[in-house]
């Protein structure tokens, strides 16, 4: 009885571990790392802060901030925020987005066309690298306003995030 019981939460702990893993294959793009620093009294204090996309490359996307004092643990910081900051947005069969869509994060304003199958990525900076980690193969977006890397990115998920689908808006209507 006890051994039936012991193989038992051993196919469900193995179950567990191999559900994490399939659910985790998410592509991580690094956008920038900066150098700040700290005036204290006793000096200069250094860290680092690093801004992450995480996405899947069908449709989950999502931006990351990390500081720590190396490179290496911003970086994991980072990736970790990104994945708690992940979005589901809808896309084409020709992998671009269902309608015009705009986004806005402090003071940068990002507008984003579907484009026609073959014509890419058309953007710049920050917006290219969210585009192409959501999955979204054909677009034209242009930044307005700010050049600020991280309210860009920030932007961009905002709008990503305002997509609708035709079924969504039908089921809003009735």
Sequence with gaps: MSTDLKQVNKSKRNSQRNDKSNELKLVERLIKIGRVSKVTKGGKKLSFRAIVVVGDENGQVGVGVGKADDVVNAFKKAKADGRKNLINLPITK???IPHDV???FGACKIIMRPSIEGSGVIAGGAVRTVLEVAGIKNVIAKQLG???ILNNARAA?????????RTEVAKKRD
């Design 94 to 96: 020709a992998l671009s």
């Design 102 to 104: 705009t986004g806005s």
């Design 146 to 148: 700010s050049n600020n």
């Design 157 to 165: 998920v905002s709008a990503l995030d305002n997509l609708t689908t």
